[in-house]
Nanobody, 126 residues
Framework: QLQAFGGGLVQAGDSLRISCAASGQSFSTYAMGWFRQAPGKEREFVAAISWSGDITYYADFVKGRFSISRDNAKNTVYLQMNSLKPEDTAFYYC?????????????????????WGQGTQVTVSS
């Protein structure tokens, strides 16, 4: 089970770190991803990190602003968001790619992830 938390209301230009905690089982051998969904829009890929934390990948619209990391000892994944913009407003979901443990390739499609958290709302005011 995955649970995202740490969202909130911030102003444009602010920073925020959201977290995703796993419980019930270890996700330390799974690649993890963050997705987001704004009202009326499809869920979109934001960032992904390999099971070891050595490899990361970002959507173009967050490169240089967001950073994904993980602490396998705590079974937790983080998304540090800097220079937030109003268009970053969305529900943010964490997900685990449990299809193939310890894989190196990072995936960006929703259907490539089979464990999902409930999400946390991030609202950026202008």
């Amino acid at each position: 089970q995955l649970q995202a938390f740490g969202g909130g209301l911030v102003q444009a230009g602010d920073s925020l770190r959201i977290s995703c905690a796993a419980s019930g089982q270890s996700f330390s051998t799974y690649a993890m991803g963050w997705f987001r969904q704004a009202p009326g829009k499809e869920r979109e890929f934001v960032a992904a990190i390999s099971w070891s934390g050595d490899i990361t990948y970002y959507a173009d619209f967050v490169k240089g602003r967001f950073s994904i990391s993980r602490d396998n000892a705590k079974n937790t994944v983080y998304l540090q968001m800097n220079s937030l913009k109003p268009e970053d407003t969305a529900f943010y979901y964490c997900a685990a790619d449990g299809f193939e443990p310890e894989q190196i390739a990072l995936r960006i499609a929703v259907h490539d992830y089979n464990y999902w958290g409930q999400g946390t709302q991030v609202t950026v005011s202008s």
